[in-house]
């Protein structure tokens, strides 16, 4: 049974940081590329940030490059977010996601990060 489980999240002030943990389980993670994506309350569901079944490649979505930064330990099956200089706007509950090709495709339940003061 595949289950990708989030922890992490939390209530965090403006220009805080957060690390996002992704652990794996019934798959194996180094053959899959991994996502973290956010929804916000009333808004769709947006990819964040992706990373390569190797780490070889990385890519962000506009709104928070240079702010965070995605990785993975494949020996640990474990993918993070590391997240800095948080804002307001990054109040979302963020969802990790396992993908590769043939219809592979595993989501995690998803934790919540609040940026307040």
């Known amino acids: 049974q595949v289950q990708l489980v989030e922890s992490g999240g939390g209530l965090v002030q403006p220009g805080g940081s957060l690390r996002l943990s992704c652990a794996a389980s019934?798959?194996?993670?180094?053959?899959?590329?991994m996502r973290w994506y956010r929804q916000a309350p009333g808004k769709e569901r947006e990819l964040v940030a992706s990373?390569?079944?190797?780490?070889?490649?990385?890519n962000y979505a506009d709104s928070v490059k240079g702010r965070f930064s995605i990785s993975r330990d494949n020996a640990k099956n474990t993918v993070y977010l590391q997240m800095n200089s948080l804002k307001p706007d990054d109040t979302a509950v963020y969802y990790c996601?396992?993908?590769?090709?043939?219809?592979?495709?595993?989501w995690g339940q998803g934790t919540q990060v609040t940026v307040s003061s």
């Open positions: 996601n396992a993908w590769k090709s043939f219809g592979f495709d595993y």
């Open positions: 019934g798959l194996t993670l180094y053959t899959y590329a």
């Open positions: 990373i390569t079944s190797t780490g070889g490649r990385t």
